[in-house]
């Protein structure tokens, strides 16, 4: 059923930076570079814009892009939190606000340097803990990847899913990687026997079933629908947005809660759902968000595309693999094999997919599913052509 | 002796009565003072009922392994000496979905690398050590 924003909003501007390791520009720097691109692609100029949505992570801050990229005056500034769970949320609230009529023309982004401060901060943390890491990090659960580990032993070991299972996530992620010159593992093809002679991280987690770390900057430009018609690129409508955060959840040690694999996918599925006329069987392409292998297993069951417990065979048989997968997702190698930028790459690859400009373009995809990080407060959105 | 482990602050106001339990040997949960509801981590009020009294309850220490991971490098420094070692999640023998981040040794002060991890299985049963770390009394567990 159609809910109060439904396809009022559209992408109309899309814009990247390269990817890399060691760039020498900084966030603030990549965050205007790749805006700026967006903008152009939209065909509009900075001063039309006046909305912006970014991550609370992000570096830069509202004020210095705004000065930076020229904006004109600005009516509405939003932060998402959680990292990874807030790519799709930054989306959203710039969809919400031109729908509303907060604002007209709003840009959303995401900038993000491995070797910065912020990028990796279980690396910085400080000796004395207080707050919810101090039920988990004295006892060397300490990284991201062991946090996740510890639900996909769990997992593996309620459901029978097998590391075959990762490893078919992490080769469709290279395959479609190997299709998109943009992609940093373009040229670098994955096996399966290079998969299971990876070394660890995080047993049962090896390197394969880890995203990379990125130095790069990706941004958005949603205006209302009306307008969108007016402008370059066919609009990749925003059909439905959600968050979530389900309750008694625990930000990455989600351990402490009666149904710890029942993650915040839920939540927002149902939300996201209940505002759409189309459901998970109409979806022909999706980008789900993958800092680790195990989180595309469970986001298949979480946002209803097979039931709990199956998102592992779900991945056999070249399933999510384009072209002939029931359903390829991360086309464009997203987290795991084109760049790890906190997921914003999967809104911009979705979109493309609606543009029919995809270096692996699904057929007869006129939906596109977008989340964010599973395992934290999370986000998604329905794109539609 | 600095460790060089990620140590919580035993005054949090929320858990120093958690953490003051260990130093004597004590692995508590906390209780709401009012419906009696179980609840971990420790938080000022309580989900069921609201109320923002509490109370600490003595457990059996006794526990199940959840779940279990194998970290390596690369880490911080004090854990990837250490590395590969395990960390577990026990299931607490009086409620299930009360759970302890810890790790499976071979005595209390016993190093954290010390159990093969091939050897270790969801569903065995462990029960509570307390391994003194600088300030600190680590809940840890043994093989019961």
């Known amino acids: ?126 000796r004395r803990i207080t707050g919810h890491w101090q039920w988990s990090r004295p006892w060397g659960v ?27 996530v992490a080769l469709a992620a290279r395959k479609h990687a190997n299709r998109n010159p943009a992609a940093t593992m373009y040229e670098k093809p994955l096996t399966r026997e290079q998969y299971m002679e990876g070394r660890w991280i995080s047993e049962p987690l090896c390197l394969y079933d880890n995203c990379l ?23 990749a409508y925003i059909h439905s947005f959600a ?16 149904d710890p694999l029942r993650g915040p996918a839920w939540a927002c599925a149902d939300a996201l759902w209940r505002t759409a006329d189309f459901g998970p069987a109409d979806v022909k392409v999706a980008q789900l968000y993958d800092a680790f292998s195990p989180l595309i297993v469970l986001s298949l069951e979480g946002y209803g595309f097979c039931e709990r417990g199956e998102g592992g065979p ?20 997203a987290g795991m094999s084109e760049a790890y930028v906190h997921g914003f790459n999967l809104v911009l690859e979705g979109t493309r997919q609606m543009r029919g400009t995809s270096t692996s373009p699904v057929d007869g995809a006129d939906t596109c599913l977008v989340t964010s990080g599973e395992g934290v407060p999370t986000s998604a959105l329905l794109l539609r052509k | 002796m600095e460790s060089g482990l990620l140590l919580p602050d035993v005054e949090d106001p929320d858990a120093a009565p958690f953490w003051a339990g260990t130093a004597r040997g004590e692995l508590l949960v906390q209780a709401c003072g009012k419906c009696g509801a179980w609840r971990m981590p420790p938080r000022p009020m309580c ?38 070692y395990n960390a577990i999640v026990v299931a607490l023998e009086e409620d299930p979905t009360i759970r302890f981040v810890g790790n499976l040794v071979t005595s209390p002060e016993g190093p954290i690398n010390e159990v093969d991890p091939a050897s270790i299985e969801i569903g065995e049963p462990v029960r509570v050590v307390f391994a003194p770390v600088e300030d600190v009394h680590l809940p840890r567990w043994v093989r019961a």
């Not at chain 2, 006794?62 to 854990?79: C, D, I, K, Q």
Request: with cysteine; charged share 20%.
């Open chain 1, 243 to 258: 968050q979530g955060l389900p309750r008694q959840h625990q930000t990455m040690t989600n351990y402490f809660c009666e």
């Open chain 1, 1 to 126: 059923m159609a809910g109060p924003i439904t396809d009022k909003t559209a992408i109309v501007g899309i814009g990247q930076t390269a990817f890399g390791k060691g760039l020498p520009d900084s966030e603030l720097s990549l965050a205007c570079q790749a805006i700026s691109l967006a903008i152009d692609d939209a065909g509009l100029s900075p001063g039309d814009v006046d909305g912006l949505a970014m991550f609370s992570m992000e570096e830069g801050r509202e004020v210095d892009v705004a000065r930076s990229v020229g904006l004109g005056d600005i009516s509405f500034f939003s932060e998402i939190g959680y990292g990874g769970g807030a790519g799709c949320g930054v989306v959203g609230h710039a969809a919400m606000a031109v729908a509303t009529g907060q604002c007209q023309v709003a840009v959303g982004w995401r900038a993000r340097k491995r070797a910065a401060k912020t990028s990796r901060p279980w690396a910085q943390v400080s």
């Open chain 1, 314 to 333: 779900f991945t056999d048989d070249g399933n999510i693999e384009w072209p002939d997968g029931r359903l390829p997702v991360n086309t464009s190698g």
């Open chain 1, 213 to 235: 770390e990125t130095d790069g900057a990706l941004a958005v430009v949603v205006t209302s629908a009306e307008r969108a018609l007016d402008l370059p690129h066919p609009p």
């Open chain 1, 142 to 168: 300490v990284r991201p990847v062991d946090e996740i580990a510890m639900l996909t032993r769990r997992y593996m070991h309620e459901y029978g899913a097998t590391r075959d299972h990762l490893a078919n």
């Open chain 2, 47 to 84: 989900p069921a009922c609201r109320s923002l009294e509490s109370t600490w309850i003595a457990t059996s220490g006794r526990g199940t392994v959840w779940s279990f991971v194998v970290p390596h490098p690369p880490l911080l420094p004090a854990y990837a000496e250490l590395a590969p």
